[in-house]
């Protein structure tokens, strides 16, 4: 029986050992490779100290060694916590604290950089894939030949924190247990009906619950996963020709920038089977043209979160008539609309989008009270569902007249922009380095390529230039996250009576001026 993704891995290693796992740029390793390595990894992970549930930091850019590193880490009882490679070294550190890494697996050029930064010595033992320039860490190549070996974690056992951004504030780490990264994989292979026969292309960080499911998925379905580190329309279209993918999972910028690149060069991608959206709405003449360039592919939309992992999906069937919609509840949850003041809201009422059910996680590291008003009872539910905890997304959605879902907007002032969730307080905190800002508001606006742009607006006193202020962002902050446009408010920004900035008057009168300034 397969209580989670690490028995899926062993039962593919044992019955059919030959089959591809992992395609990259140095070839490919099969589910027997895969499985000796990682036990292998897990082995060392032991010898060297770690103890079960202990956390276990993983940031290298996509490649077989991460994909080891991840399964190693469950296979030693570890909890891992996988560092989106374009986070700066601030970030990183600042997750490495918050959850209390002491184990890191990186490369060469991250652990150079640590050390001349003076990181490096925080952790206790860093693994380093490539050449290190200090003996006091651990080559990967230098493993030393133990016999692969797995302790076994329960499927209520932590296996990854999940690190993402909520309105306010730093980053929150996820806890997402075995069961949960099973069943989503279960859950998901369900409706796409992914097989062995599928070759599934991993574009996204394993750092997103979306990317770090088309890892479980390929391993439940014994499918084989391509590795492709260029994120480059160009390149992902290479790559699908190349490896002969099936599935395709892209977020909605990324499909933006890839179906307006085979239009371009008029190019299909016939191989590919499925292929699905996530992280944001694809604007409308990108879905239309989809099919165009995906002749044999059934589309299906996707709505999930981190701490829900995935909510709702529009089935392929669906693509046409339902254009742009999120769908209906993946199986096994239940999804309500809720308005907080008037009750579980009828066709065409705009509400909150409750998640009841499976896959939702355990709630944010260290974080209770935020964990409480993500995850709690419903007062308008008790009658249906009595005590039960359930997740409060802060997404808002209308349902159809037919059932199905629309997605509306944010309830609070998170931005989504190239497939990422992004604070406006994160930015507005890297804001306050720059020398001479008293005050910084930032939003998103939106935007066909990336869903949504960040925009900044600062209140400065001593002149500084715009290339000044992106300088010092953009040593703050990874390039995701960088405002593409930049404010300065001429005079002290308007506060409310709090003494706090009125947020609502800056970003109405940022917007009109710059609908204005398009409109002339």
């Known amino acids: 029986m397969l209580f989670t993704i690490l028995d899926a891995l062993e039962a593919a290693a044992n019955e059919t050992p030959h089959n591809t796992a992992i395609l990259d740029d140095h070839g490919s390793l099969s589910y027997g490779g895969l499985c000796e390595a990682a036990g292998r990894l897990a082995h060392w992970l032991v010898s060297v100290g770690m103890t079960r549930g202990a956390r276990v930091g993983v940031c290298l850019p996509k490649s077989r060694e991460e994909v080891i590193a991840i399964l190693g880490i469950a296979g030693a009882r570890g909890v891992c916590v996988n560092l989106n490679y374009q986070w700066t070294l601030g970030q990183i550190d600042y997750v490495r604290d918050d959850c209390g890494i002491n184990i890191l697996i990186t490369d060469a050029q991250r652990a150079d950089l640590m050390i001349a930064e003076g990181l490096a010595g925080r952790f206790l033992t860093i693994l380093v894939v490539g050449e290190p320039s200090a003996d006091f860490m651990t080559r990967w190549e230098d493993l030393p030949d133990f016999s692969p070996h797995f302790e076994r974690p329960l499927s209520a056992d932590l296996a990854a924190i999940l690190y993402t951004s909520g309105s306010t504030g730093r980053p929150k780490g996820v806890m997402a247990p075995h069961e949960m990264l099973r069943r989503g994989a279960e859950i998901v292979t369900q409706y796409l009906g992914t097989n062995a026969d599928d070759r599934i292309l991993s574009v996204l960080p394993f750092s997103f619950g ?42 909605a910028p990324s499909w933006v920038q890839l179906v307006r690149f085979l239009l371009d060069d008029e190019q299909t991608l016939p191989t590919v089977r499925y292929a699905t959206s996530a992280g944001g709405a694809t604007p409308l003449p990108t879905l239309k043209a989809m099919p165009i360039c995906l002749p044999n592919a059934e589309i299906s939309l996707m709505y999930g979160l981190t701490e829900g992992f995935r909510s709702t999906y529009l089935p392929s069937h669906l693509f046409h008539s339902k254009m742009g919609a999120i769908g209906q509840a993946v199986p096994n949850v239940e999804i309500f609309v809720v308005n907080h003041e008037t009750g579980i809201c009828g066709p065409n009422e705009v509400g909150e989008l409750i998640h009841r059910g499976d896959l939702i996680s355990r709630g944010y590291w260290q974080r209770p009270e935020d964990t409480a008003r993500c995850i709690r009872v419903n007062e308008y539910l008790r009658p249906l569902i009595g ?134």
């Not at 499911?213 to 390929?218: D, E, F, I, K, V």
């Not at 349902?399 to 497939?419: F, M, Q």
């Open 210 to 251: 979306y990317g770090l499911n088309q890892l479980t998925s390929s391993i439940l379905n014994r499918a084989a996963l391509a590795l492709q580190r260029i994120v480059m329309p160009s390149a992902i279209a290479e790559a699908v020709m190349k490896w002969e993918i099936t599935a395709l999972p892209l977020v």
């Open 387 to 520: 005590e039960e905890k359930v997740l409060h997304t802060g997404d808002l959605v209308r349902r159809d007249e037919d059932g199905i879902l629309w997605y509306v907007g944010r309830n609070d002032g998170i931005i989504k922009t190239s497939g990422h969730r992004v604070s406006p307080s994160e930015v507005e905190l890297a804001a306050s380095e720059i020398p001479g800002v008293s005050a910084a508001v930032a939003f998103g606006l939106a935007d066909n390529d990336l869903g949504q742009i960040i925009i900044l607006v600062l209140e400065s006193s001593n002149g500084i230039t715009d290339k000044e202020a992106i300088s010092v962002l953009r040593s703050q902050l990874p390039g995701y996250m960088v405002p593409r446009r930049l404010f300065f408010w001429d005079a002290a920004m308007p506060r409310i009576s709090s003494g706090k900035i009125d947020r609502v008057t800056v970003i109405d009168e940022i917007t009109r001026n710059l609908n204005d300034s398009i409109e002339g």
